[in-house]
Structure formats: C-alpha cells, structure tokens
Antibody, heavy 117, light 113 residues
C-alpha cells in the first residue's frame, strides 16, 4: 500500500525559506521509473505542478519557480524534501506530494502553508 | 509550457444523467512512437487531495467505477460520467504529463441539479 505524508511549518513569514518533507511508504524511490512530485493549490484555485524528482536523481522544476525551488531525496529514509526560498503571501497554498509512475497515482493529504507576517 | 484549458468551469447535472467535461491542450500530447496520449484525469472532493481516475487519456485506474470514461486524442479530450451519482460531486482536473512542466487545467466543478 502506497502512502505519502507531507510535513513542515504551517506558517512562514515573507522572505523566509519553506522546507517541506514528504515521507512515503509502500514503494522505493530507487525503483526504475518511479518519481515523487510536489504540487500546490492556493485556496479555491487550480493545481500547480512545482517539481519532480526521479529514481535516478533527475530533477525537474516549474520554469516559473525554478530559481526558488530545490528538490532532493533521501532514499534510505524514504523522504523527499522541497525547499522554496523567498516566500510571499501569494505562495499561500496546500502543498501536496505525490507518487509518480506515469501520472500522479497516489497523493498525500496535503499541508496548508500560510505566508503572513 | 503546454496550457490545459477545461470547459465548462462548472456544471450542474441531475442524478442519473450524463456529465461531460472537456479539456484542450495548447499542443498535441499524443506521443507518436507509442500512440499514447499523455493525459490524466483527477477527481478532487472538498477537503481531500486529488484522486487519479484515468491515465493515457482513457485507461481507468483499478477500482474506478466504469461510469467514468475518458476519450479524445491529440489536443482534445473528454471525461464523461455516464450516470451521475451523489458521490461524484467534486472538482475534476485534467493534466498533461507529455513534458515538463506537467500542467493542469483550471478544474471543473460538478454539482447536482
């Protein structure tokens, strides 16, 4: 059974760096073809794809946010970490991590991050 | 970036009636070498994460009721709920995974009339 869970701060101040951790079970991020992605959703708005890390450590980022994002994995801990620098109130959203084999077939419950001073 | 545009933004359908959602990509997401459309559909109920319904434009994920079907190719796709049930009230999203960034549509809200 594949499960994912996001963790991190619920409140960050403008200009701070956000660090989110996705802890997963039921699969290995060293298996060929597997990836873990991050997607966010501002309240009442559309889903936005942020980043994806593959089993071979290939990393892909949304071009509009690439300068602010870093995605890493710790295969031994079954974790993927996303950092986003220079947070702004417009970054207030629910942040999801998801398992990718083809499309995103398993999602975490999401974590709401509010950016406010 | 490939832009995904869904229509309508919302629709209200009577119980037992058909619901149809459209998704259009700004460029073809049909990969010619394998003849597959790199298109997924997700269902998102209030307060929940999205749930994968369909991959490859028309392949239902195991366990998804067969009243959900996907069709289309190239740039134009459709999600059909053949007989709307109360539990189908949700927002439906399409997503292309043809290339990066793997963009989503803006979502379509389905309600009961």
């Amino acid at each position: 059974q594949i499960t994912l869970k996001e963790s991190g701060p619920t409140l960050v101040k403008p200009t701070q760096t956000l660090t989110l951790t996705c802890t997963f079970s039921g699969f290995s991020l060293s298996t060929s073809g597997v990836g873990v992605g991050w997607i966010r959703q501002p309240p009442g708005k559309a889903l936005e794809w942020l980043a994806l890390i593959y089993w071979d450590d290939d990393k892909r980022y949304s071009p509009s946010l690439e300068s602010r994002l870093t995605i890493t994995k710790d295969t031994s801990k079954n974790q993927v970490v996303l950092t986003m620098t220079n947070m702004d109130p417009v970054d207030t959203a629910t942040y999801y991590c998801a398992h990718r084999e083809v499309s995103f077939d398993y999602w975490g419950q999401g974590t709401l991050v509010t950016v406010s001073s | 970036d490939i832009v995904m545009t869904q229509s309508p933004d919302s629709l209200a359908v009577s119980l037992g009636e058909r619901a149809t959602i459209n998704c259009k990509s700004s460029q073809s997401i049909l990969y010619n070498s394998n003849n597959k459309n790199y298109l997924a559909w997700y269902q998102q109920k209030p307060g929940q994460p999205p749930k994968l319904l369909i991959s490859w434009g028309s392949t239902r994920k195991s366990g998804v009721p067969d009243r959900f079907s996907g069709s289309g190719s190239g740039t134009n796709f459709t999600l059909t709920i053949s007989s709307l049930q109360a539990e189908d009230v949700a927002v439906y999203h399409c997503q292309q995974y043809y290339n990066n960034p793997k963009t989503f549509g803006q979502g379509t809200k389905v309600e009961i009339k």
